[in-house]
């Protein structure tokens, strides 16, 4: 990716291999920041798969942190997966994958 940083890529990379876990012919477009995110690193970015193409949101730890505290992006999974299992009909989006 010129002109990218490296983590950026190295984001997309990593969310490629684990969404190819469940759909193999996945392939995810170039993210690009998403407005409005204030935790972390949140992207989004096009995802094409046998079923047609949608927009993802990427959430990961911001360069050189730990994922720990606000920056726990699996936490959060754990929250959203939570949320849409706990029959309130609250509205939450689904996670595709944890890496």
């Known amino acids: 990716m010129t002109g990218r940083p490296d983590w950026l890529e190295a984001v997309r990379t990593t969310a490629q291999e684990a969404l190819r876990r469940t759909e193999p012919a996945a392939v995810l477009g170039e993210p690009r920041p998403l407005?409005?995110?204030?935790?972390?690193?949140?992207?989004?970015?096009?995802?094409?798969?046998a079923a047609g193409r949608r927009d993802v949101v990427l959430k990961a730890a911001p360069p050189g942190r730990r994922a720990v505290g606000r920056h726990d992006v699996l936490r959060q999974a754990d929250v959203l997966?939570?949320?849409?299992?706990?029959?309130?009909?609250?509205?939450?989006?689904?996670?595709?994958?944890r890496v």
């Open 35 to 49: 407005e409005g995110g204030r935790s972390g690193v949140t992207l989004v970015a096009e995802l094409t798969t």
């Open 81 to 97: 997966d939570a949320v849409a299992a706990s029959g309130t009909g609250v509205p939450a989006p689904q996670v595709l994958a």
